[in-house]
């Protein structure tokens, strides 16, 4: 099956750090650029970063730059999420994204089923 | 760019018309996607280009719209339509930004 698994969420207090994986399988994963996006309760969905197909670009959303780092290793076709300094306004489900190139387009086609991130004391 | 989307909750019968918008605070072309979330599930690639239906979605799905104005029209809505659907922009990223959301729920 195409699909993404996201793991590594939990319970962290303000400040701590977790790392996010994301586990790709049934596809090329060294073709697809990668993104993380987030859904914190209740709420929207927010961008938070993207990741080139071999890793030479990345960028970051204002609000996590400087604190989250992302990382992907094609050769166990998976994708990191480094998060460090972890504040309340962090607590969210976090999803990785597959975008896809269509035409002119982009679009992200393939989603993970997220994994929750609460930072409490 | 500021993604505004319209209304925040839409209340429409089965079988009716939904017609939901997008409003870019600057030009993006046609570089807009939809996607659906229904409760606890992963956002659904739904629309990409404006108007071109991704892989496997209904025809009773449409988008339309160009520049700043955008529409997503479900011709008929089914009982499985009614989720929130979320607009994004990546004609000047980063950022890469999402529309806050519209409701559509059963009236």
């Known amino acids: 099956d195409v699909q993404l698994v996201e793991s590594g969420g939990g319970l962290v207090q303000p400040g701590g750090s977790l790392r996010l994986s994301c586990a790709a399988s049934?596809?090329?994963?060294?073709?697809?650029?990668m993104n993380w996006v987030r859904q914190a309760p209740g709420k929207g969905l927010e961008w938070i970063s993207y990741i080139s197909s071999h890793g030479d670009t990345i960028y970051y959303a204002d609000s996590v730059k400087g604190r989250f780092s992302i990382a992907r290793d094609n050769a166990r076709n998976s994708l990191y999420l480094q998060m460090d300094s972890l504040r309340a306004e962090d607590t969210a489900v976090y999803y990785c994204?597959?975008?896809?190139?269509?035409?002119?387009?982009?679009?992200?086609?393939?989603w993970g089923q997220g994994t929750m991130v609460s930072v409490s004391s | 760019i500021v993604m505004t989307q319209s209304p925040a909750t839409l209340s429409v019968s089965p079988g009716e018309r939904a017609t939901l918008s997008c409003r870019a605070s600057q030009n993006i072309n046609i570089n807009l996607a939809w996607y659906q979330q229904t409760p606890g599930q992963a956002p659904r690639l739904l629309i990409y280009?404006?108007?071109t239906r991704a892989t496997g979605i209904p025809a009773r799905f449409s988008g339309s719209g160009s520049g700043t104005e955008f529409t997503l029209t479900i011709s008929s809505l089914q009982s499985e339509d009614f989720a929130v659907y979320y607009c994004q922009q990546y004609h000047n990223w980063p950022p890469i930004t999402f529309g806050q959301g519209t409701r559509l729920e059963i009236k």
């Open positions: 049934g596809f090329t994963f060294n073709i697809y650029e």
């Open positions: 994204a597959r975008e896809i190139i269509l035409g002119d387009y982009d679009a992200f086609d393939l």
């Open positions: 280009g404006a108007s």
